[in-house]
């Protein structure tokens, strides 16, 4: 048997690793200050937003969530972590705030959402997600306060 979801994680894991490496972050933090106010400009901000947007679309439709999608969705969460948690200072602050943002509007979305409308598996997700992202959170507020 070919391993399916092994083989689409992998090709997840690589662009997700792509865009949020430290060094693209930096060149999109950068790019602000290439283009003028009038010039339209790809910002780290717009980055964010798209790709949260587009790794929970399930969210805005209260759809139920796949194996496939499910499985993006941790390695989206784990990638938020790195950047929250990540004492590396080669990562723009302007990133890991945006982390830290993202994740509080994503666990807004989850709260809100019907869950009686999604199967069983998508609301044990996204229970898993919410309680993941309250962790995390809490955990960033200890490491600030040390």
């Not at 910002?43 to 993006?72: C, H, P």
């Amino acid at each position: 048997d070919y391993p399916v979801h092994q083989a689409v994680s992998g090709i997840q894991a690589i662009v997700l690793d792509h865009l949020y490496d430290p060094l693209v972050l930096g060149r999109l933090l950068d790019n602000e200050l290439r283009f003028s106010e009038n010039e339209e400009k790809f910002t780290m901000l717009e980055m964010y937003g798209t790709v949260q947007d587009a790794v929970w679309s399930e969210l805005f439709y209260n759809d139920s969530i796949n194996s496939f999608r499910r499985e993006l969705q941790r390695m989206y969460l784990y990638h938020m972590e790195n950047m929250i948690l990540n004492t590396n200072s080669a990562l723009p602050n302007d990133a890991k705030a945006l982390a830290r943002y993202s994740l509080e509007k994503l666990n807004n979305m989850i709260m809100i959402l019907d869950r009686d409308i999604m199967d069983r598996m998508t609301r044990i997700h996204l229970e898993d997600c919410s309680q993941k992202i309250i962790a995390l959170l809490y955990a960033q507020q200890v490491i600030r306060q040390n």
